[in-house]
């Protein structure tokens, strides 16, 4: 019998318990900072299988020699949402490294799942990678974005390693060589997108400031001053008005006949940039990195995500403005048009760029990523811009399509890959069906006997 503990993440809590519910061999232990999911999970775990690190749990902890310098505590306090803003951040994490330390020894967990988002993920994940002794997994059930419907179980913090689970020698079964497909998750996320619109929207999240998240004040990703998130929730408001009043975005159409660049910024504050790609997180000097090498013929397009209008002050895109021929694109503008216009496609680790890829387009990601496998996909980096060897003809240079790289890719991918859905029910209904909680206790099953 495994040993398998998760973490518990919200709304997808639910669909991590569905899971853990059909793990017949296995005994299920979790790791929760909310003490109203702390409460559900007793009613079907026994309470010292479940470890609370809730704020005032672990800021009680008393101080011990215990060695915290080989975690980079500050990074992960910086790169967190919440806790980077408050003053008992590092002591939270700092005390939180030896309770995980000693919550995976003296249970023996064999397997840790969970997300890369918050600190307090990131640290279980290295207490269990660093500690070699602990004999204990670490693992992050993720989409691979394409082939829709299927996820994969990255063994790193940046999406850049998958857990394979077939032989060295193993012949993988021939795909068909894997095309560019918009996401499913982009038709819903529309759909919320207009629900944020709505006065119910916002009367539903004033009514969550002044009822529940009074009494939330124990949970280390919720601000302590409910006043900064407050004013927070209405800057949102107040920048997305800011942002269609005031940043000019060009059409497609003007694009005709240019030569141009293309980067998509992501949302911020989020995984896959904060995290996934941290030291790279600051999408400004990104933009500015990029633009020292356009040639004065080109044109560098920006595309602002479609759910990060609110999130900006106007000086951020006013920053951008100021170089020459940076121009923003109209923002619901069709991203694979404009992939196929473009001369390449920068990001820091978006989906931008295997799209691209796939599409026969040069791509480059300022962070390793499992994507950059593909032909046409490059992981570069500040020190490769600042080779005086460098130019925009020579980046596109360097990248060629070749085939029979890109069907390895597919093999490879589909074979390391499962059938399933990681979402939640608010995010996606049908992650919460029959079928695929079946199909997730199989995937999960298959990486815990391998």
């Known amino acids: 019998m495994k040993n398998i503990c998760f973490v518990a993440n919200y709304e997808k809590t639910s669909l991590f318990d569905a899971v853990a519910q059909k793990l017949s061999d296995a005994k299920i232990y979790w790791i929760v900072v909310n003490k109203a999911l702390y409460s559900d999970l007793l009613e079907r775990y026994p309470a010292e299988t479940i470890l609370l690190i809730d704020k005032d749990s672990v800021l009680e902890k008393k101080e011990t020699s215990f060695d915290t310098s080989k975690y980079n505590l500050n990074e992960m306090w910086y790169g967190d949402r919440v806790l980077k803003y408050e003053s008992w951040g590092q002591k939270y994490l700092s005390n939180l490294s030896e309770i995980y330390y000693n919550f995976i020894a003296k249970n023996k967990i064999d397997f840790i799942f969970g997300e890369q988002t918050w600190a307090h993920e990131l640290l279980v994940h290295r207490v269990a990678d660093l500690n070699k002794e602990l004999d204990c997994t670490s693992l992050s059930p993720h989409t691979v974005r394409m082939p829709a419907g299927k996820f994969a179980f990255f063994k790193d913090e940046f999406e850049s390693a ?76 107040i920048n997305k008005k800011r942002y269609h009043w005031s940043v000019k975005e060009i059409t497609k159409k003007q694009l005709e006949n240019r030569k141009f660049l293309l980067f998509t910024l992501h949302k911020q504050p989020e995984a896959s940039v904060d995290n996934t790609g941290r030291y790279y997180e600051d999408q400004l000097e990104i933009i500015k990195n990029i633009w020292r090498i356009l040639p004065e013929d080109h044109l560098l397009i920006v595309k602002e ?64 990523i499992f994507f950059n496998r593909l032909s046409m996909c490059r992981h570069i980096n500040f020190d490769t811009l600042r080779d005086p060897h460098t130019s925009l003809q020579s980046l596109i240079a360097s990248v060629k399509h070749d085939k029979q790289v890109d069907q390895e890719y597919t093999n490879w991918i589909y074979g390391n890959s499962f059938e399933g859905i990681i979402s939640d029910y608010n995010s996606n209904p049908d992650c919460m069906t029959e079928k695929n909680i079946n199909d997730l206790t199989l995937a999960f099953s298959t990486i815990v006997n391998d």
């Open 305 to 368: 995500h479609s759910n990060a209008i609110g999130d900006r002050k106007l000086e951020f895109y006013q920053t951008i403005s100021q170089y020459k021929n940076v121009e923003f694109i109209q923002y619901n503008e069709d991203s694979y048009s404009l992939i196929k216009m473009c001369e390449a496609v920068f990001t820091i680790s978006g989906t931008v760029a295997y799209e691209a890829a796939l599409m026969g387009k040069p791509a480059f990601t300022f962070i390793p």
């Open 162 to 237: 998958i857990k394979t689970y077939r032989a060295e020698d193993f012949t993988y079964p021939e795909f068909p060589t894997l095309q560019a497909k918009k996401p499913e998750y982009l038709a819903l996320n529309d759909k919320l997108l207009d629900e944020k619109s709505k006065l119910s929207y916002f009367i539903k999240k004033m009514k969550y400031f002044f009822n529940e998240r009074i009494h939330e004040a124990h949970d280390p990703t919720k601000p302590d001053s409910i006043a900064r998130a407050f004013k927070g929730f209405v800057s949102y408001y």
